[in-house]
């Protein structure tokens, strides 16, 4: 399955924040959407990085409840991994994997065109194993 089919099932929109929003604001939001990660984007819409509850955990911990005022710039990650339209299930669990990050945005054309969260992944990992399975039970049933 290629990240085009589940982004046709799940939709392409994502919640986009602003570099220069605070930390309390990305909170709001995190909250308000029920999501892990925010990707920061320009108003030019140009991705300049990558927010998730992890970098505000790290946030308080380092400077406590004086965090919520810093900028989403400050803490965000600035290189962010990305994959196409065409990349495979298998292709985004590897860069997840070897990342260590359960987020990856998704570029078309230089845009923002989706995101694949790990939830996605498993959900249909999950779905393509119970599928084997069943063909196999079919197949020995025949048998
Ligand atoms: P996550 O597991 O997605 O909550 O993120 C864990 C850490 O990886 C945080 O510091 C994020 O900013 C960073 N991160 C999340 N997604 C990506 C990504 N696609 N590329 C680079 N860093 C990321």
Redesign the pocket.
């Known amino acids: 399955m290629t990240v085009a089919r589940i982004l046709a099932e799940k939709g392409r929109s994502v919640v986009t924040v602003e570099p220069q929003r605070s930390l309390a604001e990305a909170i709001h939001l995190l909250a308000e959407k029920r999501i892990?990660?925010v990707v920061v984007v320009e108003t030019d819409g140009a991705v300049r990085?990558?927010?998730?509850?992890?970098?505000i955990m790290?946030a308080l911990a380092e400077k406590g409840a004086g965090a919520l005022d810093a900028l989403v710039s400050q803490h965000?990650?600035a290189?962010?991994?990305?994959c196409a339209r065409d990349a495979s299930v298998e292709d985004v669990m590897h860069?997840?994997t070897d990342?260590?990050?359960?987020?990856?945005?998704v570029i078309e054309e230089g845009r923002l065109a989706g995101l694949i969260?790990?939830g996605d992944v498993v959900k249909r990992r999950i779905a393509a194993v119970e599928a084997e399975h069943q063909a196999m039970r079919d197949y020995i049933t025949m048998a």
């Open positions: 892990g990660a990085g990558i927010l998730s509850e992890r970098d790290r965000m990650t290189t962010v991994t990305t860069l997840m990342g260590r990050f359960r987020h990856v945005p969260s790990i």
